[in-house]
Antibody, heavy 117, light 108 residues
Framework: VQLQESGPGLVKPSDTLSLTCTVSGDSMTTYYWTWIRQPPGKGLEYIGYIYSSGTSYGNPSLQSRVSMSVDTSKSQFSLSLTSLTAADTATYYC????????????WGPGILVTVSS | SYVLAQPPSVSVAPGKTANITCGGDNIVSRSVHWYKQRPGQAPLVVIYSDSARPSGIPERLSGSNSGDTATLTISRVEAGDEADYYCQVWDTHTDQVVFGGGTKLTVL
């Protein structure tokens, strides 16, 4: 399974970030899909995950600003993050794993998103 | 929320053994996964479900989990092992993914 993130590299404060992850190599069903970010020089932060059914769960610290969706017909899942600030500057990774395993064994290369006016 | 604690850094000489710990309340009741991340690259799972190795991961890497501490052990450390290592669990009580803060392994 291969993943590839796409979206803008530069967004303005207070705007909404929209990212898409395209999945290839296998069907999206039986897997769960996640978004994880990493601010420059810092550790990994879980954003949320979504099942191919569309059920999603977000990190409580971000949940009010996060929404996720999945389109299995396009083999894509997406992230929307609202009310951006400089603190949201990070490399955003999409990742996936087999349901119920609890870990993620395939990852996209990541996309650096900078929040700046 | 569940918290995982890792030492910020571990240093080891080539050929020696590195132990990277991941502390959490009764972590033995959870399944722990470990990722290796080299600069500019996405994380790669190196140990899953406490001690299982994905295909392609050398036997020099092993994992254990007991009490409040899970440990990633790297034997016969090589220069290529230098990276950041993260532990991760799935908190079934909250249905949330939790990462440790990461440990930078330096090969002297």
């Amino acid at each position: 399974v291969q993943l590839q993130e796409s979206g803008p590299g530069l967004v303005k404060p207070s705007d909404t970030l929209s990212l898409t992850c395209t999945v290839s190599g296998d069907s999206m069903t039986t897997y769960y899909w996640t978004w994880i970010r990493q601010p420059p020089g810092k550790g990994l932060e879980y954003i949320g995950y979504i099942y191919s059914s569309g059920t999603s769960y977000g990190n409580p610290s971000l949940q009010s600003r996060v929404s996720m969706s999945v389109d299995t017909s396009k083999s894509q899942f997406s992230l929307s993050l609202t009310s951006l600030t400089a603190a949201d500057t990070a490399t955003y990774y999409c990742a996936g794993g087999e349901e119920a395993t609890g870990y993620f064994d395939f990852w996209g290369p990541g996309i650096l998103v900078t929040v700046s006016s | 929320s569940y918290v995982l604690a890792q030492p910020p850094s571990v240093s080891v000489a080539p050929g020696k053994t590195a132990n990277i710990t991941c502390g959490g309340d009764n972590i033995v009741s959870r399944s722990v996964h470990w990722y290796k991340q080299r600069p500019g690259q996405a994380p790669l799972v190196v140990i899953y479900s406490d001690s299982a190795r994905p295909s392609g991961i050398p036997e020099r890497l092993s994992g254990s989990n007991s009490g409040d501490t899970a440990t990633l052990t790297i034997s016969r450390v090589e220069a290529g092992d230098e990276a950041d290592y993260y532990c991760q669990v799935w908190d079934t009580h909250t249905d949330q993914v939790v990462f440790g803060g990461g440990t930078k392994l330096t090969v002297l």
